[in-house]
């Protein structure tokens, strides 16, 4: 069974820079797609980015080429690196794995525990 466990959260002024990181465990490079998604305070939670198995990347609009997702193999990791982060941007982000079905299904089969990123003054 695949494990996730995030972590990188904080408090970073606007404008500022964070480094998410997803260990994982019973990871199976080509069985899951992978992703984040956030969840802001009174909203649901939405998708930020997703990697399929090809390593091809679909993100939000509202990254607006802010954030890179990137895989590092031998370290069984995935990253999602935040540039230039917005108030708008302050939730609790989670790491997910999807199932590889033939396509990376839009609902995650496992989820990290999620870790805080706030941006405020």
């Known amino acids: 069974e695949v494990q996730l466990v995030e972590s990188g959260g904080g408090l970073v002024q606007p404008g500022g820079s964070l480094r998410l990181s997803c260990v994982t465990s019973g990871y199976s490079y080509g069985r899951y797609c992978m992703g984040w998604f956030r969840q802001a305070p009174g909203k649901e939670r939405e998708e930020v980015v997703r990697m399929d198995i090809y390593d091809a990347t679909r993100y939000a609009d509202f990254v607006a080429g802010r954030f890179t997702f990137s895989r590092a193999s031998a370290e069984n990791a995935f990253y999602l690196q935040m540039n230039d982060l917005k108030p708008e941007d302050t939730a609790i982000y989670y790491c997910?794995?999807?199932?590889?079905?033939?396509?990376?299904?839009?609902?995650?089969?496992?989820w990290g525990q999620g870790t805080q990123v706030t941006v405020s003054d």
């Open positions: 997910a794995a999807l199932e590889y079905l033939g396509y990376c299904p839009s609902t995650p089969d496992v």
